[in-house]
């Protein structure tokens, strides 16, 4: 029994093969270093995935030059009070860069689930099966850290100064644009298109150099992305930086341009004199997050957007709200706006996480399914709309991007 970094309990596929047990040629094995160290270049060239269990008093370095070949990294904890495998599996994810999975084992705690998840962990064998869904339960627990570690979370006290004045409650701009003649052409030919071929489609009809994607490198992000990268890395990708984002996005859009490989991600952020001048102590979000939104969102966004004839957004119906009537293609004042993830379902975009391996933003372990700015975003209770940590407490739902037309000279 295993239970994964999402809490689900799950059958280990993996096989324990004792050092002297003959290995089995198409199953995932599980093998003792001794073994694996003796047998690493045949191991990792076998048809089938090899992981290694890895002993507290040995360096992990000595596996970097299988780094990539390593399905699972078994760390052992050989009681509570032993924390070296924390740091075994920080540096095998930090410092040589290792994306299989890291699985705790021996005296897995529920108290030091939230920490082994927060070191890298993404499997674990509770001690007793009994225990697995009380572990999941203790995350919810905790909804601010104290102690910095490597997955970027903001601390308590920074956090302090984001959350001190209570959210303001105006609505934000709604507006619905007009759809002509040829956008209703193009919902009815895209009607039954895959996300894939809406994409592809808005790669061939848009004239070169004037198609982007704009990515929030959120929760779900990685899934629109990796559609993108397999039929263009190049395609550029917007990334705004209002400057009050988590550190973990910023650090997810790193992880994740390594990972597929984009080659052209722009990010761009407010102008620094108009947020000297009209957000100078950083609290225009309290006191008008419509002004907010539109100073540090909309306005560079459409700057940006201007030499751009369509763009691609990753929104879906099943956000709810505004997007619940989403169209597939839409005008934004002179240009197109794709929406390829307009009908599709949470288990699909499950499912392109999974057949991809795609990371996973560090913010959807502890409860957050939708992330935007740090003073506006807040955790998801079970049974809530998937955006209601959204500007929680107002009656927000959008920041402004979406809801008009984009021009250049009003940001509206
Ligand atoms: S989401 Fe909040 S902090 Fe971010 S730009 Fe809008 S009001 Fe400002």
Redesign the pocket.
């Known amino acids: 029994m295993l239970l994964t970094d999402d809490g689900e309990i799950i059958d280990d596929r993996f096989t324990r093969v004792a050092d002297e047990s003959p290995i089995p040629d198409d199953a995932p094995i599980l093998v003792s270093a001794t073994r694996f160290l003796e047998r690493a270049s045949d191991l990792t060239h076998r048809h089938a995935p090899v992981g290694v269990i890895w002993p507290n008093d040995k360096n992990v370095s000595e596996l970097v030059p299988f780094i990539g070949k390593i399905a699972l990294v078994a760390l052992i904890f050989p009681n509570f009070r032993d924390g070296r495998a924390y740091s075994q599996a920080r540096q095998l994810r930090e410092r040589h860069g290792y994306r299989g999975e890291l699985r705790a084992t021996g005296d897995v705690l529920r108290d030091q689930f939230l920490f082994m998840l927060r070191a890298g962990f993404d499997s674990f064998e509770p001690r007793k099966e009994h225990e697995a869904a009380e572990f999941t339960r203790t995350i919810s627990r905790y909804s601010v850290y104290y102690q910095p570690t490597g997955d970027g979370r903001i601390p308590a006290l920074q956090l302090r100064v984001a959350h001190k004045r209570p959210a303001h409650g105006e609505e934000c701009d709604v507006g619905v644009d007009a759809s002509p003649a040829n956008l209703a052409r193009l919902n009815q030919v895209l009607d039954d298109a895959t996300p894939t071929q809406i994409i592809a489609n808005a790669i061939q009809t848009i004239p070169n150099g004037r198609l982007a994607v704009v990515s929030s490198f959120g929760i779900e992000s990685a899934a629109l992305l990796k559609l993108v990268a397999d039929l263009d890395r190049s395609l550029p990708i917007i990334f705004l930086d209002?400057g009050?984002l988590f550190g973990e996005t910023l650090a997810y859009r790193d992880e994740l341009v390594g990972y597929l490989g984009l080659k052209n991600v722009r990010t761009i952020k407010p102008s620094a004199a108009s947020v000297a001048t009209t957000d100078p102590d950083y609290s225009?979000?309290a006191r008008d997050?419509g002004a907010?939104?539109h100073l540090?969102?909309v306005v560079p966004l459409a700057e940006t957007l201007t030499p751009f004839a369509a763009w691609i957004t990753g929104r879906k119906r099943y956000q709810g709200a505004e997007r619940a009537s989403l169209p597939i293609v839409e005008a934004d004042g002179p240009r197109l706006k794709f929406n390829p993830f307009a009908r599709v379902s949470p288990k699909d975009i499950a499912a392109i996480f999974r057949s991809a391996r795609l990371p996973r933003h560090p913010l959807s372990w502890f409860g957050f399914t939708s992330v935007?700015?740090v003073?506006?975003t807040s955790q998801v209770r079970e049974g809530e709309a998937i955006r209601a940590g959204r500007?929680r407490g107002t009656d927000r739902t959008e920041?402004g991007i979406h809801v008009r037309s984009l021009s250049p000279t009003t940001g509206t």
């Open positions: 209002t009050w225009l979000w997050p907010c939104c540090r969102k935007g700015c003073p506006c500007w920041c």
